[in-house]
């Protein structure tokens, strides 16, 4: 049974960073490509950023410089940091794992950024 569980969202002070974590399972995760989308209130669900097998890394253009993905094979487990979490990126943020025409979801983790 596949399995993304995310983890690490909450209240976020102003400058105040935070990591988002999504640990893979009932997947052979180092063979796939893997995603951070996000979901706000009223909004339809948006890409955030992005990591290839080999670690090749790509960013939505409100991403770059403040967010960052990343990937650990032995954790099974990708990663985003965001910087300065600002109030406009309260939302639903969901891990997404890809290969050839298969996708998987997580459940989503809640970030709300306070003023």
């Known amino acids: 049974q596949v399995q993304l569980v995310e983890s690490g969202g909450g209240l976020v002070q102003p400058g105040v960073s935070l990591t988002l974590s999504c640990t893979a399972s009932?997947?052979?995760?180092?063979?796939?490509?893997m995603a951070w989308w996000r979901q706000a209130p009223g909004k339809e669900r948006e890409f955030v950023a992005d990591?290839?097998?080999?670690?090749?890394?790509d960013y939505a253009d409100f991403a770059k410089g403040r967010f960052t993905i990343s990937r650990d094979v032995n954790k099974n487990t990708v990663y985003l940091q965001i910087f300065n979490p600002k109030p406009e990126d309260t939302a639903v943020y969901y891990c997404?794992?890809?290969?050839?025409?298969?996708?998987?979801w997580g459940q989503g983790t809640q970030v709300t950024g306070l003023q």
């Open positions: 997404a794992a890809s290969r050839d025409f298969t996708n998987y």
């Open positions: 009932g997947i052979d995760f180092s063979s796939y490509h």
């Open positions: 990591i290839s097998r080999t670690s090749l890394t």
